[in-house]
Structures are given as C-alpha cells and as structure tokens.
C-alpha cells in the first residue's frame, strides 16, 4: 500500500531556531515529492523535488531528497512566527497525489 | 495566471441535507482533484478527472458522494445527505497534465455539518 509519512506529527520552537522535517514514503512508481505550507488556506507550493541528492532553497527554507532511502526532509533556519503552520509532504506516483499527515509548527515569539 | 477557484467559503448544513461544491480550474489545465481535508489530517483524495473522464475515485463515497466535470472545465461535487463525519474542508486542484510537475489548490471550502 503506497503511504507517506510525515514526522514530527507537531513542534515547538523559539524564533531563530532551526528545525528539520521529515518525509518518508513508499509509492510505486515515483514521480516526484512536493512540500507544501499550509496556513488557514488552501496549501501553497514551496518545493518539488525529483531527483536525489540535489538541495533546493529558498531563502531560509531548503529540501533535498534521498531517493535510495525514501525520504525526503524540509528546513527552515532562523525561525519566525509567519512560519508556524502545517507543512504538508505529497509523493506523486502514477496516477496520483499521496499526502502525509502534515507537520504542525508552531514558532514561538 | 488566475488561479483555482472555489466556491462558496464555508457552508453550513443540518445532516441530510445537500450540498455541492463548485470549481473553476486554471484555464488549460486538463486534470482536476478534488481532495477531502478531515481537520488534523493531510487531504485525501476523492477523486481525479482528466478533461471529463474519471481517471480515480476509488476513495469517493459513492452512495453519498458524487461528482462531474461537463466539457472537461468546472467541476461540482455533491454529498446527499450529508452526515456529521463530511465536515472537512473540500480542496479542488488542478494540474496541466496528470499528475504533472506541481499543481494549484484552490481555497477550499469549509463544510460543517450539524
């Protein structure tokens, strides 16, 4: 059964931290894995990544996939409280889109 | 580019009642999702079009649920009746190919069923 799994399920930090968010999935016939920052709205697109080993930025925000192990994580530096929301991870197979559960941040002032 | 647009915001209904979302995809875009979002949960998808046809719905409640998508633009998706478990938010998306490099979610609409 395809899934992908979102971990941590929620977290807590100060401004300025620095934290990591893992993905790992297992989805037949691979296409591509997409990060996505959900607020109170629909989720807005950060990151796609197809190929492993490649980091994509931007600004304090950085991914990078490991396609050998089926994981992928989502950094954000230098924290700050726009940052709290869901981060959602979403594994694109053959035919369709698998999300995680999302990670819940929270960026504490 | 306009983006995925949805509508209404927010609904309120009584369970049994009906309701039916609508959703407007980005032009030339030829896939379409709608996606079920329980709170504290990621969206699931109910099911997928490509242009008119239905490419997955194999997670659509279809004794409730349904859906269509006339001459391969907007799209509706309707539950009668309504139970209190359907209260989520109904995400539509769009993507120019199937399952393509990256897609566009439209806002959504929050569903409450009481």
């Known amino acids: 059964e395809d899934k992908v799994v979102q971990s941590p399920l929620s977290l807590v930090v100060h401004e300025g931290d620095t934290v990591t968010l893992n993905c790992s999935y297992e989805?037949?016939?691979?296409?591509?894995l997409l990060w996505y920052k959900q607020e109170k709205k629909a989720p807005t697109f950060l990151f796609m990544l197809t190929s492993s080993g490649i980091e994509k930025k931007s600004g304090r925000l950085s991914s990078i996939l490991d396609k050998k192990e089926l994981f992928s994580i989502l950094n954000i530096t230098a924290t700050q409280t726009g940052d709290s929301a869901i981060y959602l991870c979403?594994?694109?197979?053959?035919?369709?889109?698998?999300f995680g559960t999302g990670t819940s941040l929270t960026v504490i002032p | 580019e306009a983006g995925v647009a949805q509508s209404p915001r927010y609904k309120i209904i009584e369970k049994r009642q009906s309701v039916a979302f609508w959703c407007n995809p980005i032009s030339g875009h030829a896939t379409l999702y709608w996606y079920q979002q329980i709170l504290g949960q990621g969206p699931k998808l109910l099911i997928q079009f490509q242009n008119n046809g239905v490419v997955d719905d194999s997670q659509l409640p279809k004794d409730r649920f349904s859906a269509e998508r006339l001459k391969g633009v907007d799209s509706t998706l309707k539950i009668q009746p309504a139970k209190l478990e359907d209260s989520a938010v109904y995400l539509c998306a769009s993507s120019l190919h199937q399952v393509a490099y990256g897609y566009t979610f439209g806002s959504g609409t929050r569903l409450t069923v009481v």
């Open positions: 979403a594994v694109a197979g053959r035919n369709q889109f698998y």
């Open positions: 989805v037949t016939n691979f296409r591509s």
